[in-house]
């Protein structure tokens, strides 16, 4: 696994700059979500860029971000950063993982966002978490993570067999971890979406994983590219299995590789009843869900929610 020290990134830009070439991207976000703007589909940007309701939720997110800090401390000799850390008996450069994007593949120019977010996850060892939303097979795009260890973020379906095949498929591919997400049963009222009455998925965008899969395949009992209709009508029938305490078990017994929840915003939540074989969880909801009256993330954790 490639382990760099991010900060010397910068260098190359000022090093290019001495032979007079400027970076051909936007230094600040604003800057990069103004390019995004310009870039990108105006149904794409929606589903990226919009969040439920009055999209509160999601500006409280960012200004409590804007609440934590870093304090340095001196003194210490820090030629050198150490910003490793062992997690689920990988070592990995950062404590940083590159969140699941279901639409990431149609954010690229050429229409493989997946491959390309997989090719920076091995140039840079920061993991690619996966989304079962993908334009490219998770096949394809485990094959892209070099020395760098992948996870797939999994959207139960309600057909086990169709989870189970989706877990050894990603086992198989070589994946390092299986996270399953909690949320996005129901999506949020999505203003922007609801306006342009779209939503990718239904219009047959991301679906590779599930028209690359046998059980998926057999259930639909056609080519998937003969009937889109069909195809799209039976992801829809299949997405999204809410699960309780009691499918863990299930889902633990699916796999060896590490398995990771996503969504749990609770504290009762991950006090509730043991772990029972999940390994780790991640707190932030998903997009898609995006309520619109959640708390921050910042604030979700007690005693907020003992007051
Ligand atoms: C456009 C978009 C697509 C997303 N797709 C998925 C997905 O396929 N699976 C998933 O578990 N989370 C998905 N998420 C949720 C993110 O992984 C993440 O949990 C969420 O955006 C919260 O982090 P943030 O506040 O930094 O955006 C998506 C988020 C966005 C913005």
Same mark, same amino acid.
């Given at each position: 696994m490639t382990s760099p020290s991010f900060g010397d990134y910068q260098l190359e830009i000022y090093g290019a700059g001495l032979h007079g070439v400027l970076p051909s991207?936007?230094?600040a976000f604003a800057g990069l979500e103004a390019r995004a703007g310009q870039a990108l589909p105006p149904s794409v940007l929606s589903y990226v860029a919009g969040g439920a309701g009055r999209e509160h939720t999601q500006r409280a997110n960012v200004s409590a971000f804007g609440r934590w800090g870093l304090i340095p401390r001196m003194f210490v000799g820090a030629a050198r950063r150490a910003m490793a850390v062992n997690l689920f008996g990988m070592t990995l450069p950062s404590p940083l993982l590159m969140a699941p994007i279901g639409v990431i593949g149609l954010c690229a120019q050429d229409g493989h966002g997946d491959l390309a977010t997989a090719a920076a996850a091995a140039r840079t060892g920061v993991p690619m978490i996966a989304s079962t939303l993908s334009v490219d097979p998770l096949e394809d795009v485990a094959a892209r993570f070099g020395g760098t260890p992948g996870f797939f973020q999994l959207y139960t379906p309600t057909d086990r067999d169709l989870a189970a095949s989706l877990v050894s498929r990603a086992e198989a591919a070589g994946f390092r971890g299986i996270v399953v997400t909690l949320d996005t049963w129901v999506t949020g009222w999505r203003p922007r979406d609801l306006a342009a009455s779209n939503f990718p998925q239904l219009r047959g965008h991301c679906l590779a994983n599930y028209t690359s899969d046998p059980v998926f395949r057999a259930l639909l009992?056609?080519?998937?590219?003969?009937d889109l209709a069909a195809t799209v009508a039976l992801f829809a029938r299949l997405?999204?299995? *809410?699960?309780?305490?009691?499918d863990l078990p299930w889902l633990r017994s699916l796999t060896t590789l590490p398995l990771l929840v996503k969504?749990?915003?609770?504290p009762t939540t991950r006090a509730g009843p043991g772990t029972r074989g999940w390994t780790g969880s991640t707190a932030p909801p998903t997009a898609a869900a995006r *309520?619109?009256?959640?708390?921050?993330r910042s604030t979700a954790s007690p005693p907020w929610w003992t007051r």
């Open positions: 991207f936007p230094m009992g056609q080519d998937p590219s003969a997405f999204g299995q *809410p699960l309780t305490w009691d969504g749990i915003c609770h *309520p619109t009256a959640a708390c921050p």
